[in-house]
């Protein structure tokens, strides 16, 4: 498509405004007479004429040496890559997308504003859904804080479905990257059957499954209207649901084969897979798994061409925690867990526990070398298990000093699923000879089987430092930092591949069992868990003094 370069046609980035020619040096011609004999006339304030039209601004499509317009609204070169699409130009500059194994690429921005949309064309020779019937078919509209163009479902029988020839073959590998505005739960993308890798909004959290995988989803809610990059990877090794950029759920079961024929977008009739109440900005669909570095280039150009900011550390942290103990209290009563119902109780009593001040608001002295006063929570919780996902255990704590004949120098756990010899889960814990903390998992449930990784920073006696102890499950990895106040900490992590046996014991703060050892002397403040690792803005977040909830 060609258009002048002043105005912009309903096929490229969509912003209004004129788009400006580009200056090559060239010295202007003399301006030719009128045709009356009279010298042109010289242009006033009030009489300023229109530029004339450069035929030579390319919108869709970057052949060699050709202008493009650019999501600016400018006509520059493309740089860099001589055969890249439009769609995938920003700052004048072409992304090199991956184009091997795409089926389907789909940009709202593509289509005229208020119109029905019976087809929508994609890029190059992407698939494109349809809808014959006029009252199934979904809208274009602008949607979201920044009036983003969208295909928009009604929530009820909107939908557009794919032909079966886009779809050939059976694969247990296929990538899903969507940029989406939601309202309510409904199907996305996927077969009328269920079966396939498919991408939903349920209970308000984006949900992926592969296959006769169990689904996946994360504790985020998008029914808030702001645009998101949700990405959908399913291949041999397992099943992974991306929020912007980032990792939000993931199963290392590999996919079953995923008959991927006859897809839909909006809707489902099966009633299991209401119909997708929100809008569709952009979709690309591959039949195979991007890699890691490939997922990080679409979402990147995604989040760029839309203008979706990542939401802050603060907001991630405080929407993914999945336990939380301020540690406020004073008194006799039960410690709050802002997220939930899972309180920590006082055990045997509050005689050693006091409320002190801490890094971030109150904190709680625990006596418990001494009088082996701890607090616990009964078993049992799905929160509280760490198996098979990524976790993070975070919190505040200071040692007390300890003298080297003192017969209590033994080690100390902050956060305890361990019950030896044969209940154990994870011990994040201290070791007061070396000064030294340390995380421990036990693969088979025994304590003789643990696995476990020491810090290297020595903790001077009485310091309040940061600890954060992880096991993030994609990468195979048990991990740690520990860091003074203001101080992120270096990370130090070991290989750990196993999973762990699912354990319905207690957790235990201050202790690594109830009623058993490692009882801590010191100090604990704000102390939380989060079913995946942090990020790096994340674990920085925290060392500032970040309390979610």
Known sequence: MVVGCGGVSPGDDGLPGPLVGIDDGAEPADEDPSPDGDPAPTPGDDDVPEPPADPSCVVMGCPDDAPLCSDSGQCVQCIGVSDCDAAACLGGECVALPNDGRIAWLRAADLESGTAVASWPGVGDSAAPTQAEPERRPWVALAGPGDLATVWFDGQDDRLQFDDADF????????????????????????????????????????????????????????????????????????????????????????????????ALGASVDDMNPAFRGGIAELIVYERALSDAELELVESYLAQRHAITPPSAWATLDADVSVFYPLDEVGPGLREDTQGNLPLAPFPGVDGITTVPGVVGQAQ???????????????????????????????????????????????????????PPSEC???????????????????????????????????????????????????????????????????????????????????????????????LQGTVDALGQWHRPLTEAESAALADGFEPG
């Open 168 to 263: 050939v073959g059976s694969s247990n590998a296929r990538t899903i990257v969507a940029v989406l505005v939601t309202e309510d739960d409904g199907r996305i993308l996927g077969r009328d059957d269920g079966s396939g890798l498919g991408l939903t909004v349920e209970l308000g959290r984006p949900q992926v499954s592969g296959g006769d995988d169990a689904p996946l989803w994360p504790r985020q809610h998008l029914l808030d209207g702001v645009p998101r990059v949700v990405t959908a990877r399913a291949d041999a090794d397992g099943v992974s649901l991306r929020l912007e950029g980032s990792l939000a759920a993931l199963s290392q079961t590999p996919s079953a084969s995923i008959p991927l024929g006859a897809p």
């Open 365 to 419: 002295h625990i006596d418990g070398a001494y009088g082996g006063y701890h607090f616990f929570h009964n078993g049992g919780a799905a929160q509280l298990d760490h198996s098979t996902e990524s976790f993070t255990w975070a919190g505040w704590v200071a040692i007390d000093p300890l003298e080297a004949t003192d017969p209590y120098l033994v080690p100390q756990t902050l956060v305890g699923k361990w019950d």
């Open 425 to 519: 889960q994870v011990r994040v814990w201290f070791e007061p000879v070396t000064r030294r903390w340390s995380v421990s998992v036990a693969p088979t449930g025994q304590a003789q089987d643990a696995i476990t990784l020491t810090h290297p920073t020595v903790v001077p006696p009485g310091q309040f430092v940061l600890v954060q102890a992880w096991r993030d499950a994609m990468r195979g990895e048990l991990g740690m930092r520990v860091g003074a106040p203001g101080e992120l900490g270096e990370p130090v992590t070991i290989p750990m591949a196993e999973s762990m046996p699912t354990m319905a014991n207690d957790l235990n703060v201050a202790a690594h069992a109830t009623c058993s050892d490692g009882f």
